[in-house]
């Protein structure tokens, strides 16, 4: 059975750092990883996409790699703004199977 | 590209009463529905996966005599919390199957469920 974790919990930086943000997974025949962010009473917000046979995407500040044989993906965050503030979620799909995500790192970036 | 509504975005509804979520696939054919359940400071978890016109199947722990979901069409899933409690005050999402483009899954936004 699939299982996500995501290191660290919990992070606190000052505006500007450049930042990274880990998770992985037990499975690694993954059909792709996703992650999200999730604001405080909002719904989630799809960030980056990797699909198993990619290594990384990258959308404006964001680059998320993925190295399936080691079953980890990380996210890393360029240059951090007090917007970049929420909480940070991993998910990974595994052939006919449904989301397994991770506990989630929750950011917070002082201005 | 795609989109999946989910709505109400947010509900307050008192003890006892029933609440019903919907899902919607607004340009596409869902096949399979997924509904997750997230606790406070906890991760989303899979509570039941629908296909059309099938019962649903639902995950361990979760009562499906509590948590009723429809597939009734192809575009639309429902979740209805029956005899809502305080405990069952959470963040609900659905998410779509598009089984003719890819198999590529969309989320919707999500409902907050709060249960005075």
Known sequence: KQEVTQIPAALSVPEGENLVLNCSFTDSAIYNLQWFRQDPGKGLTS?????????????????????????????????????????????????????VFGPGTRLSVLP | ?????????????????????????????????FWYRQFPKKSLMLMATSNEGSKATYEQGVEKDKFLINHASLTLSTLTVTSAHPEDSSFYICSARDGGGGNTIYFGEGSWLTVV
Do not use: W
């Not at chain 1, 240059?79 to 052939?95: K, R």
């Open chain 2, 1 to 33: 590209g795609a989109v999946v509504s989910q709505h109400p975005s947010r509900v307050i509804c008192k003890s006892g009463t029933s609440v019903k979520i919907e899902c919607r696939s607004l340009d596409f054919q869902a096949t399979t529905m």
């Open chain 1, 47 to 99: 960030l980056l996409l990797i699909q198993s046979s990619q290594r990384e995407q990258t959308s404006g500040r964001l680059n998320a790699s993925l190295d399936k044989s080691s079953g980890r993906s990380t996210l890393y965050i360029a240059a951090s703004q007090p917007g970049d503030s929420a909480t940070y979620l991993c998910a990974v799909l595994n052939y006919g199977q449904n989301f």
